[in-house]
Every structure is written in C-alpha cells, then in structure tokens.
C-alpha cells in the first residue's frame, strides 16, 4: 500500500496540531484566568482604599486653637564666634588638616618601628656571619632568630 509524500506530511501535520491546539488553549485559558484573578483582587484593595479614605474624611477633627500658658525657657547662648566655623568649607580644611597631621604620626611611628626592626636585624646578621669588629670566618648554619613554642615543625636552620 503506497502513500504518497504529500499524504504522509498532512498525517505529520495534523498530528503536531493535534498536540500543539491543545496546549495553547489551556496555557492562554490559564493566563486569562490568572489576569482576572488579579483584577479582581486589584479591585478589592481599590474598594478598601476608598472606604479608608471616606471614613478618614468623616472622621476629620478640627482643632480649636487654645491659648496656652506656659513658662519660658532661657534660650542658651550661641558659642562664640572662635569655636564655630564660619563655613562649611572652614570644618572641611580643618578635618583635612586633622587626617593629614593623623597620617603623619602612624608615618613617623612605622618609621621608628622600621628602623629598629632594621638596626636589630643589621646587628644579628653581622654577629652572626662574623663580619663585627674584630671577628673573622664564614658564616654559621645557626638561625637569626629563634623560635618558641611549636611554631617550628622541622630542625632546619634558617641562615
């Protein structure tokens, strides 16, 4: 039994279309039916939104002006003029002039630190390759420095 080509892809179409209708309706019903769930839901916080809002209108008190008697208090004195800047710009410079002048003594301090750390180190390594004064040979296999506690795990030197 021959079918011809032309048959055979109609046979091919109508069965694509036979899965691809059925899904299209059923996802675009569920859309449609997602959008008027939202819009009823809209529409209630729309209807709440206007009860709130005409119970608030009914709702309104007017405030009676009252003359109140009460003691009045010093009002303190504005510092002087030294103390306050005269602008913004002013405390500006002088928050500058405060982090540079900060900057320059963490500066000065690593620098001491440095140069003792420098000449503690310049002392152990002449001492120990023998360079000092009156001291001759090579150097030893003996650490700069030593460790305590466990902090070293293996016996070898480090010099």
Do not use: K, W
Request: glycine share 8%; net charge positive.
């Amino acid at each position: 039994m021959g079918v011809s080509r032309q048959a055979t892809f109609t046979l091919a179409c109508v069965a694509l279309l036979s899965v691809l209708v059925p899904g299209c309706a059923g996802y675009l019903s569920a859309r449609m039916e997602a959008l008027d769930q939202a819009h009823l839901r809209l529409s209630a916080l729309e209807e709440r939104l206007r009860e709130a809002n005409t119970t608030q209108a009914r709702m309104t008190v007017a405030a009676v002006p009252i003359p109140c008697e009460t003691p009045s208090r010093p009002r303190p004195a504005p510092p002087p003029a030294e103390v306050v800047p005269a602008t913004a710009g002013a405390r500006e410079q002088e928050a500058r002039a405060e982090e540079r002048e900060h900057r320059r003594r963490v500066r000065e301090e690593r620098t001491e630190l440095i140069s003792s750390v420098r000449e503690a180190i310049r002392g152990t390594i002449a001492r120990e390759h023998g360079t000092g004064p009156g001291q001759a040979g090579p150097p030893s296999g003996r650490p700069l420095a030593e460790t305590s506690g466990g902090f070293r795990s293996s016996r070898i030197p480090l010099g």
